[in-house]
């Protein structure tokens, strides 16, 4: 088996691209930062990091929406982090709140991404347990894989909005702040996922998360 899974990292100038990088290296991957469109042909799996904000997240990206779009109905995994993740879904309020009217997301998980309400301080920052609702293999780990389960486990989040899926079997992990929210979710298929925490920042877990997806890349 190939112990080198070709991973491509998108850059449309919204990603925490250095520490993605590693983090994969990490967890055995050969990465290739790229903006070209025509390279997630060739790649073993997709991943599309983000920070920011949803609308200008989503004017970056629009470029690579066919090309995305692409990689989501094939088996190659697609991988978004944080705004990344946000970005499977449909809408999000972000853009609304700000006066911005509605922005369209790619619409592989459908859904929406709220706000936190309450007088929870936003945004929500720091590390939180993870708590598995069902079996992905980013989450509980690959057959003969090197990673495993990370059930009960700490990642390190930072955001303002959390994904709220139309089907709860979207949900593969959750977490708490004030309201129950998914950590992780994805598509019907199993191909298309993310996480709202950042595993490259969150140690042991979020290499384990990396481990697993490089094995299933």
């Known amino acids: 088996m190939d112990t080198h899974a070709d991973v491509v ?8 691209l250095r520490s993605v990088t590693r983090g994969l290296e ?3 991957a050969s990465v290739t930062i790229t ?7 060739d790649a073993d799996g997709v991943v599309l990091p983000g920070v920011g904000a949803f609308r200008e997240g989503m004017e970056n990206a629009d470029p690579y929406r066919d090309a995305l779009a692409d990689v989501a109905a094939s088996d190659t995994p697609l991988f978004g982090i ?5 970005m499977l879904l449909a809408e999000s309020e972000e ?6 009217g509605a922005v ?4 592989f998980v459908p859904g929406t991404n709220v706000r936190f309400r309450g007088d929870q301080k936003i945004p929500h920052m720091g590390w939180n347990e993870l708590d598995v609702v069902r079996d992905h293999p980013l989450v509980t780990g690959v057959d003969g894989g090197r990673g495993g389960s990370v059930d009960g486990e700490h990642a390190y989040f930072v955001h303002s909005y959390y994904a709220d899926p139309e089907d709860d079997h979207a949900i ?12 992780v979710v994805a598509n019907d298929d199993g191909t298309v996922f993310g996480t709202q925490f950042h595993p490259e920042k969150s140690g042991e877990t979020g290499l384990t998360i ?6 299933l890349c």
């Open 9 to 16: 990292v998108v850059d449309y100038g919204l990603g925490n």
């Open 35 to 41: 903006d070209d469109p025509g390279r997630f042909d």
């Open 82 to 86: 944080c705004l990344g993740m946000q």
């Open 95 to 100: 853009a609304e709140y700000a006066g911005q």
């Open 104 to 107: 369209e997301g790619l619409g």
């Open 26 to 28: 990490r967890a055995g």
């Open 172 to 183: 593969v992990a959750e977490t708490e702040y004030g309201v129950t929210f998914p950590a």
């Open 210 to 215: 990396l481990k697993n997806f490089v094995d």
